[in-house]
């Protein structure tokens, strides 16, 4: 029997873990990348625990990165506490996105799959041999049949919308940049939930003891209703709090400042053998905007489908499955979102005094994705 043949679209974390996982299982796996390689991606660069975790299980790890080991939370009334990660995944890590994508892809070609880079997916068509697909330049862009089709397409991808997987329930909007910190850097996330972001936080990550990933992640809405003005919210951010003034000083210049956006939640998943992973599923956190762990996770989750059952019904179900997890914790942060300013206020104001309580928020709630009911009973029990 010849090897499953299958396509991945785009080569960040969500295509390359599906690429490494089925090429490894002995499918026939080419990946395809509209930008020049390696590329950068507009992100705050922070791999959480969980997703150091998921790097390693694929054959990456970052040992030779600084490991952060704790965090830093601020609420919106002030309070300041330290976050900790669960023993099992102890540390998380920054690692600029040029640097982590190509390394993570290289273990793709290392398995031996086939990738081209300046190569655009343009068109999905459905026959009775699966899907084919019209590659590469227009004039001269080529007809391919695959047994099935990983479309990792990211925030922005056009080919989903095309193919009918519907709009995503929700987007956040994130601007960011680097800047050179005043005092050398501590090695924490620090995550500042301050009333000039909310409902949302400005972030100052490390990338070394000197340059900072600083930027702010806020709801769409929340934009809109401030004239779309991403830069002064950040602006404003930086001027107002302490820990920015402290480590970046009030009015940082920064290199290569973009802004992206995050969406979260899409009702169907997979359509003819083509399945969706990764921002292009709508799987990153709501509440955090986090999604290069989850890119991961579900580009495995759809390598590992396709792998076990070959495509087909069975496969649809095995992913739709594994979602679950995922879609359960998106609903509970957008629940969580609404109440924002004040459950991190009234718990923030605890957790400064109680270390269990600020212990089990950043490792359970917050990176740890615990079912909502864990979380509510931790809560109860190191109040
Ligand atoms: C400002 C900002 C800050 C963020 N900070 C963090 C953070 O600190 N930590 C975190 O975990 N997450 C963060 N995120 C979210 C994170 O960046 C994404 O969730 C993650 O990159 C999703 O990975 P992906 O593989 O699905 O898509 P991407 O990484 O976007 O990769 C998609 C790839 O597909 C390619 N492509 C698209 N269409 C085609 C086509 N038709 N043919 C060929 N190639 C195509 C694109 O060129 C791209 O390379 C942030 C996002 C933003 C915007």
Not at 23 to 45: F, H, M
Not at 63 to 88: C, M, N, Y
Not at 169 to 192: C, D, M, N, W
Not at 313 to 333: C, G, I
């Amino acid at each position: 029997m010849s090897a499953m043949r299958v396509l991945v679209i785009g080569a960040g974390p969500g295509g390359a873990a599906a690429a490494i996982e089925m090429q490894r299982a002995g499918a026939d796996v080419r990946i395809v990348e509209k930008s020049a390689w390696p590329r950068a991606k507009t992100c705050g660069d922070g791999i959480s625990p969980p997703g150091v975790r998921e790097a390693r299980a694929l054959g990456l790890a970052l040992d030779d990165k600084t490991k952060l080991e704790v965090g830093e939370i601020s609420t919106p009334r002030g309070a300041r506490f330290r976050a900790g990660w669960r023993p099992e995944t102890p540390w998380g890590a920054i690692v600029e996105r040029r640097e982590f994508d190509e390394r993570l892809l290289a273990l793709a070609v290392a398995a031996g799959a086939r990738f081209d880079d300046r190569t655009t997916a343009r068109d999905v068509t459905f026959g009775s041999r699966g899907p084919a697909v019209r590659l590469g330049r227009d004039a001269t862009a080529t007809h391919e049949l695959f047994d099935a089709i990983v479309l990792a397409e990211g925030a922005t991808g056009t080919l989903a919308p095309k193919l009918g997987f519907g709009r995503h329930h929700s987007r956040l909007v994130a601007l960011r940049g680097y800047t050179r910190a005043i005092k050398p850097l501590e090695p924490q996330f620090g995550l500042y939930f301050d009333r000039d972001v909310s409902p949302g936080y400005g972030w100052i990550f490390p990338v070394d003891r000197e340059r900072a990933n600083v930027g702010v992640l806020v709801d769409e809405r929340a934009v809109r209703a401030r004239d779309g003005d991403l830069r002064g919210i950040l602006r404003g951010w930086t001027a107002t709090s302490a820990v920015a003034r402290e480590t970046i000083g009030p009015g940082p210049t920064y290199e290569s400042l973009r802004g992206g956006v995050i969406p979260t939640g899409r009702r169907s998943r997979v359509r003819g053998s083509v399945y969706l992973v990764g921002d292009a599923a709508g799987v990153a956190d709501p509440f955090s905007a986090e999604g290069i762990y989850q890119a991961m996770a579900t580009g495995r989750a759809a390598a590992a489908a396709l792998v076990e059952h070959g495509p087909g019904r069975a496969a649809e179900r095995a992913y739709a499955r594994a979602l679950r997890p995922f879609d359960r914790n998106a609903a509970e942060a957008r629940r969580l979102r609404m109440g924002f300013g004040f459950v991190i206020d009234v718990m923030g104001a605890r957790a400064v005094k109680r270390p269990k309580l600020a212990y089990h928020l950043s490792s359970s709630g917050f990176f740890m994705k615990d079912s909502l009911p864990a979380f509510l009973l931790g809560i109860a029990r190191t109040w």
